[in-house]
């Protein structure tokens, strides 16, 4: 079965740059897609198709896609993004997430 | 805009069945581009698919294979709303239950979500 890997957590500090990696074989080829999620609340869409954003997303998120690796850029990161984040493929016939990583803003 | 309303969390016996429902509005069941799907979260499996229903000239479901043996999700269309079916569960099944849009006809965007009904699988 195909599986995503993601870094357990990253920290950054306010303002700064965040970068969350998702690797799978030639996920390149598939259409990634990002989620955020923070304590008890539903997850929501931040990235899809690799790197648009839907409507009402900050445009500090960005994404890309590429090889065997898609990354999820928070640019000038603020308190609100302290959050979990999810990378998600279709493979086949099946949806695959990634384990989330959780961005800490220090 | 879009909004999914689950039914009520539960408690569900090792063995019987979990049901759940999601009712649609501003959106169809019955939609040409979108999918229905269910989703579960838990702290030892994090974020699972588990299975879709869709409507493209007729309905068709696909299921993720750690439990296509015991599920099924079917569209209502009378009540804009879709089910979820889990036979046999045991307390593995336990999580948090979301019912999902995803609204990327050729791409995956589960772009509405549901506020989630946990489900404790316990005796």
């Known amino acids: 079965s195909y599986e995503l890997t993601q870094p357990p957590s990253v920290t950054v500090s306010p303002g700064q740059t965040a970068s969350i990696t998702c690797s799978g074989d030639?996920?390149?080829?598939?259409?990634s897609c990002w989620y955020q999620q923070k304590p008890g609340q539903s997850p929501v869409l931040v990235i899809y198709?690799?790197?648009k954003r839907p409507s009402g997303i900050p445009e500090r998120f960005s994404g890309s896609n590429s090889g065997n690796t898609a990354t999820l850029t928070i640019s000038g990161t603020q308190a609100m993004d302290e959050a979990d984040y999810y990378c998600q493929a279709w493979d086949d016939t099946t949806y695959v997430f990634g384990p989330g990583t959780k961005v800490t803003v220090l | 805009q879009v909004q999914l309303q689950q039914s009520r969390p539960g408690l569900v016996k090792p063995s019987q069945t979990l049901s759940l429902t999601c009712a649609i509005s501003g959106d169809s069941v019955s939609s040409n581009s979108a999918t229905w799907n269910w989703v579960r979260q838990s702290p030892s499996r994090g974020l699972e698919w588990l299975g879709r229903?869709?409507?493209?000239?007729?309905?068709?479901?696909d299921y993720a294979p750690s439990v296509k043996s015991r599920i099924s999700i079917d569209p209502d269309t009378s009540k804009n709303q879709f089910s979820l079916e889990l036979n046999s569960v045991t307390p593995e099944d336990t999580a948090v239950y979301y019912c999902?849009?995803?609204?990327?006809?050729?791409?995956?965007?589960?772009?509405?979500w549901g506020q989630g009904t946990l489900v404790s699988v316990s005796s």
């Open positions: 198709r690799d790197d």
């Open positions: 999902v849009r995803d609204g990327g006809y050729s791409w995956p965007q589960f772009d509405y």
């Open positions: 229903t869709y409507f493209r000239s007729k309905w068709y479901n």
């Open positions: 030639k996920l390149g080829d598939k259409n």
